[in-house]
């Protein structure tokens, strides 16, 4: 009989210590022995808590909504494959010693069979050199008992046979032997009485070093497993010379938690994990003044979400203020209390840098990131955005779970824990937003159509997706919005659209900055609905290769939705007196900068494609057409750029897995702002831009040759400034590295009035490689390059007297649009214009909100030509 784990251990080799990928090993803080000599032991502690969808912070249950508190017990509520529970807490370490576990174990199941059993998972490494990798990833040796009743270790089987009708106790003996271990599994009643014994010689010492776990294993047709009890599990103990224990390992009630700041409103999210059975627990948020904490808000836990919301408005603390999520839970005899503690950070001042840090596209395949984190703190950056996909369905092993919804919101929290269990030390001490994708939400692409229901009854792939929608439900759907963005500031308009589905769309001012954070997917039409059905469309790609969609640029489609771009309107011309640049946040950007071999009709072939070498230019390509880019629909992504270029903002986005820099144009090439699209975290598809070149074409001056004018799969104009593509790195594993992974940074520097866009590979120490960014890196963008559309002329120059630095709001009187806003350089400015005629501008001073207006200015061509303006109050 095949065990899923036997035997021989993983070869050391084949771990990846945590120094390889790019930093140190994790602290481990204080380490306990429990030597066999002084009495010390463990015993787990669940008889202490009620019965709960949890069990509790030492512990980590793949999957979550697998194990639950019963009676006492750590119980399996389900019958499927390999369902572990690791202790976070503890571990077998390398020095040569005995141990010896014992657990109570209680057999659900009925009539059970030779393939199913459950017992211990002993020595578990993951694929990294790391407690949080072995406990989601681990792989060792398992001991226990099947389903027929017979003891095993391993791949060894004992030949007797015990009733499961009754409790019973495992007892595994581990016995260091010149240089091997030999390991004897006993099985006792409940009175004491030994059932049966099994021994085996001769074991590996690397095989009973690692991490530790309880295994139940019902092999079955599905993932999910059948939704009934298969075992449950009581005072398991653990013993020792070559047991660790460590102290700083819990992870939960109060998992993380993620803030802003706006305009003197704090909104802070605590992320707890399942405990809202438990009754009586308080929870608060506590900030330290003069040595001492003090309560100022109590809140209460979200029974879906599991996520506790502060609001403290009139924040009026001007240095950095040390925070703590307090909560106290009734447990069966006594009250524990926990903590998460974090720093509410100084604001940047007016005229001081603010440096931004961007994420995107988080697969597990580096999980748990630690080289992400560590390296990210040496550039001290003043915030964090992280721009969706913060985990894909695959997360964490199991595929996704959809029904019933209980179990689908555990399903979720699952790979959202896994998430902040990795990056939580990024946003624990600076602000973060958060703007969930499409894998958020369990589709591989989302054309949201204004919240309306996909039919999912018909399938959970293409069949419904394409239809436009939400797969999964409503009140599920607001459950992530409310985990990912309830800290945001408030939306700009609350009201829900189709099925009662919130909206978070909003303005997000900080250090001098305003971020427009948008909804790409939301209210997005499915081009299935609104193509001809010739296009033949498939997960947003045409598969009539004889179609020709820029030649339906005035499809009525909606991109943004009126909605939002009526909020971009008013975002352009509202400059709060704190507020010096402006940028956009967003999932993905308004072009598709990608190709793939000529002839391609979608993408799934992406993962497949071979890795070039470094230097490599990749023949035999054309731009993609995928809809799934804000570069469809054509006229609304037009729509939306001249919106946004009107305020001179940058655009950030993530989802592309392909890190770029894209001047926009719309009627002509670079008429509009730049873009960033961050490098993924982890890259399920490494999409490439390898377009075949023209004899004319020009790439830019000392850029790479596939730099330049371009005109993507739409006929959308763009001007490629960088842009980082999988290259073999000869870093291992290479599913990591030669995938262009990594994270941006970005500075805006409010005096100069300029941008620096950094983009980082994963793995480079910016301190110790401080010129290691991606080829083409860094960029830096003016604030006028960001509506660089060519002038006809110029309006007189204007000499204003007052406070320097007034917003400037240019109106066509013809029009009566507004053709920019900004908050000027200075006291001096020229006013460009794009077509002839008369103008209004429009002058406020900083803070007094005085005005100033200037009707019927015209172009001169005399350049000496001024107007002095008063605004003196």
Not at 293 to 305: A, K, N, Y
Not at 776 to 794: F, H, M
Request: net charge negative; proline share 6%; hydrophobic share 35%.
């Amino acid at each position: 009989m095949k065990r899923r784990h036997a035997v021989k251990a993983i070869a050391l080799s084949s771990v990846v210590p945590h120094v390889l990928l790019g930093g140190t090993p994790l602290k481990k803080g204080k380490v306990i022995p429990l030597t066999l000599t002084n009495n010390k032991s463990y015993e787990s502690p669940w008889h202490l808590w009620p019965d709960m969808k949890w069990v509790g912070p030492e512990f980590w249950g793949n999957r979550l909504q697998d194990w639950e508190i019963r009676q006492g017990k750590a119980t399996c509520v389900v019958r499927g494959n390999n369902r572990t529970l690791y202790t976070l807490s503890h571990e077998l370490g390398d020095q040569t010693g005995g141990f010896e576990f014992n657990v109570t174990l209680d057999w659900w199941a009925e009539n059970s069979s030779s393939d199913v059993y459950a017992g211990f998972h002993v020595g578990a490494k993951g694929k990294f050199d790391d407690y949080r990798s072995a406990a989601v990833f681990g792989q060792g040796l398992d001991a226990g008992i099947t389903g027929d009743g017979k003891l095993f270790i391993g791949d060894s089987e004992g030949t007797e046979s015990i009733p499961l009708n009754q409790s019973l106790s495992l007892k595994l003996e581990a016995e260091p032997k010149a240089g091997l271990y030999n390991l004897k599994l006993t099985a006792l009643s409940e009175s004491g009485d030994t059932l049966a014994v099994h021994q085996v010689e001769g074991i590996a010492s690397a095989a009973v070093s690692g991490a530790l776990a309880l295994v139940s294993h019902f092999p079955g047709d599905s993932k999910q497993g059948s939704d009934q009890p298969s075992v449950a599990f009581s005072h398991w103990k653990l013993n020792g010379a070559k047991v660790l224990q460590f102290e700083d390992r819990e992870f939960g009630p109060i998992c993380f938690g993620q803030y802003t700041l706006h305009e003197n409103t704090l909104k802070l999210n605590a992320q707890l994990a399942p405990i809202e059975a438990i009754a009586g627990h308080k929870i608060s948020l506590k900030t330290k003044t003069n040595g001492k904490w003090e309560t100022i808000q109590e809140s209460t836990v979200d029974l879906m979400g599991r996520v506790a919301q502060f609001r403290i408005e009139n924040w009026k603390q001007t240095d950095a203020v040390p925070y703590q999520v307090h909560l106290e839970l009734p447990l069966l005899e006594q009250v524990k209390t926990y903590t998460y503690e974090g720093t509410i950070a100084k604001e940047p001042t007016a005229m001081s840098q603010v440096k931004m840090a961007v994420f995107s596209c988080n697969a597990d395949y580096g999980f748990p990131d630690g080289e992400v984190s560590e390296h990210v703190a040496k550039h001290q950056p003043d915030l964090a955005v992280f721009l969706g996909d913060q985990f894909y369905e695959s997360t964490g092993g199991f595929g996704i779970q959809t029904s019933p919804i209980e179990k689908a919101s555990l399903d979720y929290l699952r790979k959202w824990y896994m998430f902040g269990w990795s990056y939580r030390e990024i946003f624990r001490h600076i602000p973060s937003a958060f703007i969930p994708d499409d894998h958020d939400v369990y589709h591989g692409n989302v054309w949201g159509e204004g919240g309306k229901h996909a039919p999912s009854d018909e399938g959970w792939g293409y069949v419904a997706q394409d239809q436009g929608g939400y797969k999964m439900p409503p009140e599920w759907v607001n459950m992530v919005q409310k985990t990912q963005t309830g800290h945001l500031p408030d939306p700009y308009d609350p009201s829900p659209v189709k099925q009662g589905i919130g909206t978070y769309y909003t303005d997000w001012i900080y250090g001098g900055v305003s971020f427009a954070i948008l909804e790409d997917r939301k209210f997005k039409t499915a081009p299935k609905n609104v193509l001809p059905e010739e296009a033949k469309v498939t997960n947003g790609f045409i598969q009539n290769r004889d179609f020709d969609i820029k030649k339906h640029y005035d499809i009525e489609a909606q991109l943004l939705g009126d909605r939002q771009l009526e909020f971009l309107e008013s975002w352009t011309v509202n400059w709060p007196k704190s507020v010096q640049m402006k940028a956009v946040l967003s999932q993905t950007n308004f072009c598709t900068v990608a190709t793939l071999p000529e002839g391609s009709i979608i993408d799934s072939i992406v993962p497949k494609l071979p890795i070039p070498a470094p230097g490599e230019y990749v023949s035999g390509d054309a731009p993609t057409s995928d809809m799934d880019s804000n570069g469809w629909p054509q006229k609304g992504r037009d729509e939306a750029l001249k919106i946004i270029r009107k305020s001179f903002a940058l655009h950030i986005a993530g989802d592309q897995h392909l890190a770029s820099v894209v001047h926009y144009g719309v009627d002509e090439f670079g008429d509009s702002g730049y873009a960033f699209a961050g490098p993924a975290l982890n890259n399920l598809f490494p999409r490439r831009w390898w377009p075949q070149l023209s004899d004319e074409h020009q790439p830019l001056p000392g850029k790479s040759k596939n730099t330049g004018n371009f005109h993507d799969g739409f006929g959308n104009k763009m001007t490629i400034h960088a842009v980082a593509n999988p290259s073999q790195s000869g870093r291992e594993p290479a599913l990591i590295y030669d995938r262009a992974t990594g994270y941006g940074i970005v500075t805006f520097d409010k005096s100069a009035r300029n941008m620096k866009l950094e983009c980082w590979p994963r793995y480079v120490d910016p301190e110790k490689n401080p010129d290691g960014q991606y080829e083409g890196w860094p960029v830096t963008v003016s604030q006028d390059d960001n509506y660089a559309r060519k002038a006809v002329g110029y309006l007189p120059l204007l000499k204003i007297e007052g406070k320097p630095d007034p917003v400037l709001k240019l109106v066509n009187e013809s029009s009566g649009q507004t053709e920019y806003c900004l908050r000027i350089r200075g006291n001096i400015f020229r006013p460009k214009v794009f077509e002839k005629g008369k103008y209004t501008v429009i002058l406020e001073e900083v803070g007094s909100g005085k005005l100033e207006i200037l009707k019927g200015l015209e172009v001169t061509e005399n350049e000496k030509s001024f107007r002095e303006v008063s605004l003196k109050g």
